[in-house]
């Protein structure tokens, strides 16, 4: 398996509802991230997780919070988020290190 | 800490044509530089990397990238574009020093028909 998996697809909600994003893997990586992308723009950076700990917050605020259950999962809980939250969210995946990424197709939130 | 510059917001190019997308980076060891791929509403597939070695690298679809320390560069090249390249790319550079790749802000490649 060389994929990434992320769940939902898309995703709607409001700004008083609280969901969860989900990513998956099984190459055994051991580094998972967690990106945000506006329209146009590249990837940027939220967390990133190393041996199923926060190892990188940049600074992302704390309506999103991370949770590595375990090696192969990386969940990110949303609660309260405003409608500039609106973004293509991405899961990646490596070995430590960073030798590469595999990504996830993203999860499209739209908040309104 | 590390930076990657994309100089050409568009490319467009002829069906066939070759292509060259630029990528300079700022870091002061060897970077862990990486090209990716992305079609609209897309993830990102990952196109080659360079950690150490040989500079030419040749990646998946046809490409290939060359790293060039004096000019502190990673182009892309591929001799004979294809329509379905339509496609954003962005040059990422790493470092062994976390697990953090930053991005450049993209190129995005039109082909004519």
């Known amino acids: 398996d060389t994929e990434v998996t992320q769940t939902p697809k898309h995703l709607v909600m409001g700004m008083t509802n609280k969901k969860s994003l989900k990513c998956e893997q099984h190459?055994?990586?051991?580094?998972m991230y967690w990106y945000k992308q506006k329209a146009k723009k590249p990837p940027e950076l939220m967390f990133v997780?190393?041996?199923?700990?926060?190892?990188i917050n940049e600074s992302v605020p704390s309506r999103f919070s991370p949770e590595c259950p375990n090696s192969s999962l990386l969940n990110l809980h949303l609660h309260a988020l405003q409608p500039e939250d609106s973004a293509l969210y991405l899961c990646a995946s490596s070995q430590i290190g960073g030798f590469g990424y595999t990504f996830g197709s993203g999860t499209r939130l739209t908040v309104v | 800490a590390q930076s990657v510059t994309q100089p050409d917001i568009h490319i467009t190019v002829s069906e066939g044509a070759s292509l060259e997308l630029r990528c300079n980076y700022s870091?002061?060891?060897?970077?862990?530089l990486f090209w990716y791929v992305q079609s609209p509403g897309q993830g990102l597939q990952l196109l080659l990397k360079y950690f150490s070695g040989d500079t030419l690298v040749q990646g998946i679809k046809g490409f290939e990238a060359e790293f060039k320390r004096s000019q502190s560069s990673f182009n892309l090249r591929k001799p004979s574009v294809h329509w379905s390249d339509a496609a954003e790319y962005f040059c990422a550079v790493g470092t062994n020093r976390d697990d953090k790749i930053i991005f450049g802000k993209g190129t995005r490649l039109h082909i004519l028909p």
């Open positions: 870091y002061g060891a060897t970077p862990y």
């Open positions: 997780y190393s041996y199923e700990k926060l190892s």
């Open positions: 190459m055994g990586h051991r580094a």
